[in-house]
Each structure stands twice: as C-alpha cells, then as structure tokens.
C-alpha cells in the first residue's frame, strides 16, 4: 500500500487530502482544497492563492488517474465540487442523515448529476483489501454545530485509518480508532487557534497519547492543529512525536495561515523573518 499525501495545512492550504495505492485500486480521500476567507481579520495573502490554485491542480491530476474517490463530508477543504468525477466510485458521507443544514444543502447540490456512488456510513467494502467506514462521528466536540464525519480504514497488508475531521476530540472516534488497531492514522488534530475552544490542547493531548498507547501506531498529525504556531509545542506534550503531511513527503513545512499576518506584512515591503521558506 502506497500512501501519498497530496495537501494539507503544513503544505500551505487547507485540506487532508491523501492518495492511496493498492495493487489493484486507486484511492483518492477527501480531494479538496481551500482557504480560510478571514484569518487574524485578514484575507489570503497572494503567496495562499498561488499555493492553493498549486495544491487544487495536483489534486485534480490525481483525481483523472484514480479510480474510487472517498469524500468524508461536504467542507470544501475536503472536496472540489465542479471536478468532473465520471467514471469514479464514489464512498460519501450520507447526504441526509446525521448531517447538518449547510452540509446537507451542499451535497443535494454535489449529487445532483452523479451517477455511481454509495453512501458509506458504517459500511465494509471487501475487495483485494478490506475497506471499512465508521459511523457518522462529530466533526469535532461533541454537539458540534459543525456536524458529522466518516473515517476510512484500509486494511491491505498494513492498516490505514484516515480520521479526518474528527479532530481526536470525542470519545466515539477514539475508541472506533482503538478498536481497528492501526498501523498508521492520518488525523486533523484540534483547532487550538480557536479562542472559544480552550479545552481542546488538553482533551486533544490526552486522547491522541491514549491512542498511541494502546495502538502504537505512527500518526500523521496535521490540518486544523498547524493553523496555530504553536503546534511544535503541541507535538512535545505527545507521548511519540507525529509526522506532518511535509514531514511524511521530507519537504519543508510552510503553515501559510498561521502566519498571515506575516505574510502580508511582506507583501507591504516590510522585512519579516519567517520560519520557513515561501
């Protein structure tokens, strides 16, 4: 099984997009990319564009030679909805149950003239490997206004778990996790840059050192938590230190959004030292 990480926040954009390869398949989760519209009350800098218009073309160039897409809810950092998807198979989130009103309004819109695909809640897909989804799964807290997610398993040789946007911050995801036994989890970890959500260091710290203490499986930690500079620190407070999207590839890690601020500094010709760079 050959995994490659296509875009993520430690790339430059928002997305968890990975590209799969077994055998006999191609598998393509979540391919979508996107912005933060407002960050620190700022707008993308041109440097975010460049990279997402970047990441966007990979993602559709992985997407003409992949032959099952699997799209873990309807944000648009984890689909693009005018890619043309015929002849795919598509695995989706169900459109109608345990989803919330923008989510559901946004995959009415996405379904509406595709042909081949299947809800995947819950479901176990065998082929020459085993393909397994959870249940629907907070995206986030519990009671998240944000509604549900799946998360993947595939199970070919070595086990593969991409949680997406469960952000390790409710029980049910941790335990659904524990329970498969992985090899490898690819995984957002908590929006610690979110001011109102003050718990999530700690409750996202104590459920992924349970996760690894019980599984011993290597992480792949990015998304929401590299929003926030401080996400080195974060990783310290781990009790195995994970891999980002760009560490996993050995490239450097660029966290544009965290650093906007900066960035448009520069933009304005001021001399500002990033840690990495652009």
């Given at each position: 099984?050959?995994?490659?990480?296509?875009?993520?926040?430690?790339?430059?954009?928002?997305?968890?997009?990975?590209?799969?390869?077994?055998?006999?398949?191609?598998?393509?989760?979540?391919?979508?990319?996107?912005?933060?519209?407002?960050?620190?009350?700022?707008?993308?800098?041109?440097?975010?564009?460049?990279?997402?218009?970047?990441?966007?073309?990979?993602?559709?160039?992985?997407?003409?030679?992949?032959?099952?897409?699997?799209?873990?809810?309807?944000?648009?950092?984890?689909?693009?909805?005018?890619?043309?998807?015929?002849g795919k198979h598509l695995f989706l989130k169900d459109p109608i149950k345990n989803i919330?009103?923008?989510?559901?309004?946004?995959?009415?819109?996405?379904?509406?003239?595709?042909?081949?695909?299947?809800?995947?809640?819950?479901?176990?897909?065998?082929?020459?490997?085993r393909m397994e989804f959870s249940p629907a799964l907070p995206h986030g807290e519990k009671?998240?206004?944000?509604?549900?997610?799946?998360?993947?398993?595939?199970?070919?040789?070595?086990?593969?778990?991409?949680?997406?946007?469960?952000?390790?911050?409710?029980?049910?995801?941790?335990?659904?996790?524990?329970?498969?036994?992985?090899?490898?989890?690819?995984?957002?970890?908590?929006?610690?840059?979110?001011?109102?959500?003050?718990?999530?260091?700690?409750?996202?710290?104590?459920?992924?050192?349970?996760?690894?203490?019980?599984?011993?499986?290597?992480?792949?930690?990015?998304?929401?938590?590299?929003r926030d500079k401080r996400y080195p620190r974060f990783f310290e407070g781990l009790e195995?230190?994970?891999?980002?999207?760009?560490?996993?590839?050995?490239?450097?890690?660029?966290?544009?959004?965290?650093?906007?601020?900066?960035?448009?500094?520069?933009?304005?010709?001021?001399?500002?030292?990033?840690?990495?760079?652009?």
């Amino acid at each position: 099984m050959k995994i490659i990480p296509i875009a993520s926040e430690s790339l430059g954009v928002r997305s968890l997009a990975v590209y799969i390869k077994t055998e006999e398949n191609n598998i393509l989760i979540d391919p979508g990319a996107a912005l933060g519209p407002k960050r620190y009350s700022l707008p993308p800098a041109k440097v975010e564009i460049e990279r997402l218009k970047h990441a966007r073309k990979k993602i559709l160039e992985f997407l003409a030679i992949t032959d099952t897409i699997i799209i873990s809810h309807y944000h648009y950092d984890h689909y693009i909805p005018g890619a043309n998807y015929d002849g795919k198979h598509l695995f989706l989130k169900d459109p109608i149950k345990n989803i919330n009103k923008s989510q559901k309004s946004r995959a009415s819109k996405f379904l509406k003239d595709k042909r081949e695909y299947e809800y995947a809640d819950g479901k176990i897909i065998t082929k020459d490997f085993r393909m397994e989804f959870s249940p629907a799964l907070p995206h986030g807290e519990k009671g998240t206004k944000l509604g549900f997610v799946i998360m993947t398993l595939i199970d070919h040789k070595k086990r593969m778990i991409h949680a997406s946007d469960t952000q390790l911050l409710n029980k049910e995801s941790v335990k659904w996790i524990i329970e498969k036994m992985p090899d490898l989890i690819i995984t957002s970890g908590p929006p610690t840059y979110i001011g109102y959500m003050k718990d999530s260091w700690k409750t996202g710290t104590k459920n992924i050192n349970q996760i690894i203490r019980e599984t011993d499986a290597k992480i792949i930690l990015d998304h929401h938590i590299i929003r926030d500079k401080r996400y080195p620190r974060f990783f310290e407070g781990l009790e195995k230190e994970p891999l980002t999207f760009a560490g996993y590839l050995g490239v450097d890690e660029t966290p544009l959004e965290a650093y906007r601020r900066e960035l448009h500094k520069i933009e304005n010709g001021e001399r500002i030292r990033l840690p990495f760079n652009i």
